[in-house]
């Protein structure tokens, strides 16, 4: 009766793979200073949200200090976000995760907030480590489903996540 199971991590999976795809070049658009559409905003709110779960799942598991409602869901999403992080790892130095997550998650919602301003050099720097992350997510995304058994029906294997993003 695992296959229930097997339907809701690949759907999951995939949900992570388009919110990917979309935040990414949403956020190409947002550091070009470019005219974001509802969808593409609509994109970079949920992926600031996912870094902000992601960032208090890592300060939960480096101090213990529990503030956030959803903890399960932030040490989901940190544990789908190790892989692209130990891949971006040398961007990162000696800062916390917590803290750099948290930080890009802030730059990105500031820029939502209606007047376009143009991104300072540091802005522009987080807006790249959100870009880097979520193309290195989509990249994991991406080969997991391609090594799982096609549940979602055929033509889903060997294609991978690239033939819904078209």
Not at 125 to 150: K, N, T
């Amino acid at each position: 009766m695992s296959a229930p199971r097997a339907d809701l991590h690949q759907a999951s999976l995939l949900s992570y793979g388009f919110l990917a795809t979309r935040a990414e070049k949403a956020a190409k658009l947002l550091e070009e200073n470019e005219t974001l559409s509802g969808s593409d905003i609509e994109a970079l709110n949920e992926a600031a949200q996912f870094l902000k779960k992601i960032s208090t799942g890592a300060e939960y598991l480096t101090t213990k200090n529990f503030q956030a409602q959803d903890l399960l869901g932030a040490l989901d999403a940190l544990s789908l976000a190790m892989d692209p992080i130990k891949t971006l790892a040398t961007l990162f130095g000696d800062r916390e995760i917590s803290q750099i997550f948290s930080e890009t998650a802030e730059t990105v919602s500031k820029h939502l907030q209606g007047r376009k301003v143009p991104l300072t050099e540091n802005e522009r720097r987080q807006i790249q480590i959100f870009r880097q992350f979520f193309d290195a997510l989509y990249a994991y995304v991406s080969s997991m489903l391609e090594q799982e058994a096609p549940v979602l029906g055929p033509g889903v294997r060997g294609e991978g996540i690239e033939a819904f993003s078209r």
